[in-house]
């Protein structure tokens, strides 16, 4: 049971242009949420995270969205460059139990062409 | 500021073998989670050790073990491998036993034939 989906494998943009990637979840219990960028033969590195205290975190380029009540978190990158090309991966936490770990979705391949 | 590393990069084992990985983590941190990443999947939770101590396990079967150092470093062994077992193997260290700032290495590819 995916507790956690990316539904879009794939994503292409214009480069200069918003790319939208988007997640969803089902575990109620979640209550942070953290969007990783994966590069090939490279690990994951940290992007940027959001509380379910919050609807929106903002860092640069990249701002995260989210609405509790649709179980669903969006990642919007503002403008979109070649460099930004990689694999996405949403992740979701559980502070007040099994934080120790986090649960990931499938990714989503953004590919933003020049 | 050192980051995860870890080793070998690449493996080919048979079926019905053993193999160890290896993670050393981030300076500073005291935390080590290992992930499969399938291909086309996103990681999956192993297990995690804090205090040389196992903090936390996935659904994975016990011939998935690990060990933590003194040094905060970590092995990941998985005995009788399968096909299955195919995949790359992520170690992220952070600290106090939290999944928050994880810190990933870029993996060992493991391949079984």
């Known amino acids: 049971d995916q507790q956690v989906k990316q539904n879009s494998p794939s994503l292409s943009v214009q480069e200069g242009r918003i790319s939208i990637l988007n997640c969803d979840y089902t575990n109620s219990m979640f209550d942070y949420f953290l969007w990783y960028k994966k590069y090939p033969a490279e690990g994951p590195t940290f992007l940027i995270s959001i509380s379910s205290i919050k609807d929106k975190n903002e860092d640069g380029r990249f701002t995260v969205f989210l609405n509790k009540s649709a179980k669903h978190l969006s990642l919007h990158i503002v403008p979109s460059q070649p460099g930004d090309s990689a694999v996405y991966f949403c992740a979701a936490s559980n502070s007040g139990g099994s934080n120790y770990k986090l649960t990931f979705g499938k990714g989503t391949l953004l590919t933003v062409n020049p | ?113």
């Not at chain 2, 053993?18 to 990443?37: A, E, P």
Request: hydrophobic fraction near 25%; proline fraction near 4%; charged fraction near 15%.
């Open chain 2, 1 to 113: 500021e050192t980051g995860v590393t870890q080793s070998p990069t690449h493996l080919i084992k048979t079926r019905g073998q053993q193999v160890t990985l290896r993670c050393s983590s981030q300076s500073g941190h005291n935390t080590v989670s290992w992930y499969q990443q399938a291909l086309g999947q996103g990681p999956q939770f192993i297990f995690q050790y804090y205090r040389e101590e196992e903090n936390g396990r996935g659904n994975f079967p016990p011939r998935f073990s690990g060990l933590q150092f003194p040094n905060y470093s970590s092995e990941l062994n998985v005995n009788a491998l399968e096909l299955d077992d195919s995949a790359l193997y992520l170690c992220a260290s952070s600290s106090q036993g939290r999944s928050y700032g994880y810190t990933f290495g870029s993996g060992t590819r493991l391949t079984v034939v």
